[in-house]
């Protein structure tokens, strides 16, 4: 069976067998690319990591619900006991206009419960213990133990 693993999704990527990844996950590694799964990790179907020369490391005991998207240039790192609700995305990167990336690396710590459709961008640091509400975009450091709400109201367009 370990074998069979390794075979279909690639010889940069580690788990602990404990972990449940769902057989509709999918794994992609390109160049340096690397992903890490610790031990007890559930990863539910359509979801997707991709390291391009970049690294993902997932902590243990965390959830990654489904049709998520994890996209690595430089470092995503996913610490212990972190659920990731459905249709989130997490990029640690921008494209720069020229044909190329700006990456900055991602941090979430310790048990940070994400909702469903969040947008993650570089360069930012979820602290330990923090919600992430449904819907919200994090471009800036959330602080530990924080309810991050992001509600855009939209404003009624001018007439005349």
């Not at 890490?36 to 005991?61: F, H, M, Q, S, Y």
């Not at 997490?90 to 469903?116: C, L, Q």
């Amino acid at each position: 069976l370990t074998l069979f693993l390794k075979k279909m999704i690639g010889k940069n990527i580690s788990y602990k067998i404990k972990s449940l990844i769902s057989p509709k996950a999918s794994f992609r590694t390109y160049g340096k690319g690397k992903i890490v799964v610790g031990n007890k990790v559930e990863i539910r179907p359509n979801t997707e990591l991709t390291a391009r020369n970049g690294v993902i490391k997932i902590g243990n005991n965390c959830f990654i619900n489904r049709n998520c998207m994890i996209v690595s240039h430089k470092l995503i790192e996913i610490e212990n006991n972190v659920t990731i609700g459905p249709g989130t995305v997490i990029y640690d990167h921008d494209h720069n206009g020229k044909g190329g990336f700006d990456s900055d690396s991602i941090k979430i710590e310790s048990g940070v419960w994400i909702g469903a459709n969040v947008v993650i961008l570089k360069g930012v640091t979820i602290g330990s213990n923090s919600i992430i509400a449904a819907g919200s975009v994090v471009n800036k450091d959330v602080s530990p133990n924080t309810l991050f709400v992001q509600k855009r109201v939209s404003s009624e367009i001018p007439r005349g």
